[in-house]
Nanobody, 122 residues
Framework: QVQLVESGGGLVQAGDSLRLSCAAS????????MGWFRQAPGKEREFVAG????????YYADSVKGRFTISRDNAKNTVYLQMNSLKPEDTAGYYC???????????????WGQGTQVTVYS
């Protein structure tokens, strides 16, 4: 099991950037694939990005490809989501998750953070 704490959310204007961080506790962090998900009010949770335990492969939703970048620093037990060219439709609560593999359904992850809010205004 790993505990996850997200940070870095905020209120920004369209076109701005934000970097989200997800800090994990426990020495087993490097064994986990990590994912970022988001959920807007009234909408289903959706996959945003994922990264393998080694960081050698990354995966993105089509809606964020080319704008968002996921990365991880296993020495710091942290995964990041760099979000550029933000749009109002990116407004949502953002959650990081840990699991054995990168999967787009959230059910493949075993541990979740509490989330951080991102609000983008035009």
């Amino acid at each position: 099991q790993v505990q996850l704490v997200e940070s870095g959310g905020g209120l920004v204007q369209a076109g701005d950037s934000l970097r989200l961080s997800c800090a994990a506790s426990g020495r087993t962090f490097r064994r986990y694939a990590m994912g970022w998900f988001r959920q807007a009010p009234g909408k289903e949770r959706e996959f945003v990005a994922g990264i393998t335990w080694s960081g050698d492969r990354t995966y993105y939703a089509d809606s964020v490809k080319g704008r968002f970048t996921i990365s991880r620093d296993n020495a710091k037990n942290t995964v990041y989501l760099q979000m550029n060219s933000l749009k109002p439709e990116d407004t949502a609560g953002y959650y990081c998750a840990a699991g054995p593999l990168v999967t787009t359904p959230g059910g493949g992850y075993t541990d979740w953070g509490q989330g951080t809010q991102v609000t983008v205004y035009s």
